[in-house]
């Protein structure tokens, strides 16, 4: 009976940038996953979601088809196949944006400049609707690969594509102008996902918010004078309170608590200026709240 029991499917990228992030994550959320490289499917050993390997540009099409229950693209694809998918849960990885970028030489002047060229993109939909929005008129030249040679061989003026370090568009005589979107890895569900699945899926979450919430913040330890825990605590007032501890040495404690990575370097200052000694910082694994 219990190989009848529903699963949750979940869709990721079959090769690519998103392939080893969305692996990466399913696994720090405790699935027991072996590498699907050759794969079309494979199941988690000690949780009921079986892993299927697409074409990343599919995933929306099929999530809507409710072939898979959920699936891990790219902003930038969700927007372009405008299927019926719901972005969940934004994932923290594969971060870069879909930029317009000219010839280093044009003497581009604004949005304007487009008026009436012509961009080669894989990305029609996105493009069209940000040249609309800027009551703009150009040609758009859908390509689907190698984007950033359309300039160079004469088959555009400018082309829309993704834009990371910007160093590929410096090596093909590109400028990057204006910023269509930034996008980032999205878990998307289809249309009402309801039952064993959703309960599935809502267990999922709750292990992913421990998982980014762990990589977001850190353990922290230190000794201080025992008149300086006050001040100390509303600077890392941790989770709920820091955890104070006396030391051999009279007038002395040793307090531990959790600092968020952005503001990390600044509260390391704020500490030392507060009298704290030995900081001791220490990744976190999982944290749940
Ligand atoms: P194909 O589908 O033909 O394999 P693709 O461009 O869709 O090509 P990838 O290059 O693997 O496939 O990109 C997948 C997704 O990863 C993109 O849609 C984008 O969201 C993200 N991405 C692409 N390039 C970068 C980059 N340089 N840095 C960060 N994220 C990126
Ligand atoms: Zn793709």
């Known amino acids: 009976m219990n190989d009848m029991k529903e699963l949750l499917r979940i869709a990721i990228q079959k090769s690519g940038r998103l392939q080893e992030g969305s692996l990466e994550l399913l696994k720090e959320s405790g699935l027991a996953i072996s590498n699907g490289r050759d794969q079309l499917k494979t199941q988690a050993r000690n949780f009921p979601v079986e892993i299927l390997f697409l074409r990343d540009d599919d995933i929306p099409q099929y999530v809507e088809d409710r072939v898979a229950d959920v699936g891990i693209v790219g902003e930038n694809v969700l927007r372009e196949k405008g299927r019926n998918n ?8 594969a971060k870069c944006r ?12 604004g949005i304007k400049w487009l008026q009436g060229k012509n961009i080669a993109t894989s990305y029609p939909n996105v493009v069209k609707q940000f040249l609309e929005q800027h009551q703009t008129d150009a040609g758009i030249h859908e390509i689907s690969g190698s984007v950033e040679i359309a300039p160079g061989i004469g088959l555009a003026d400018a082309i829309c594509d993704i834009v990371s370090t910007g160093s590929t568009l410096l090596s093909n005589g ?21 039952g064993t699945k959703r309960d ?8 992913m918010d421990a998982v980014n919430s762990a990589k977001n913040n850190k353990y922290i330890l230190l000794n201080c ?3 300086a825990i006050p001040k100390i605590t509303t600077v890392i007032p941790g989770m709920n309170s820091p955890t104070i501890m006396p030391l051999n040495k009279p007038g002395w404690s040793s307090l531990h608590s959790v600092v968020n990575e952005n503001d990390f370097w600044a509260k390391i200052d704020l500490l030392k200026a507060c009298g704290a000694e030995g900081i001791l910082v220490i990744p976190i694994e999982k944290m749940i709240a």
Request: proline letters at 6%.
């Open 86 to 93: 719901e972005l969940v849960k934004r994932l923290d990885f």
């Open 98 to 109: 879909l930029s317009i970028a000219v010839p280093k030489g044009a003497e581009y002047t």
């Open 174 to 194: 590109l400028r990057e102008v204006e910023v269509v979107m930034h996008s980032e890895a999205v878990l998307i569900t289809g249309p009402a996902l309801e």
């Open 200 to 207: 599935i899926l809502d267990q999922l979450l709750f292990r």
């Open 225 to 227: 004078p025992n008149d």
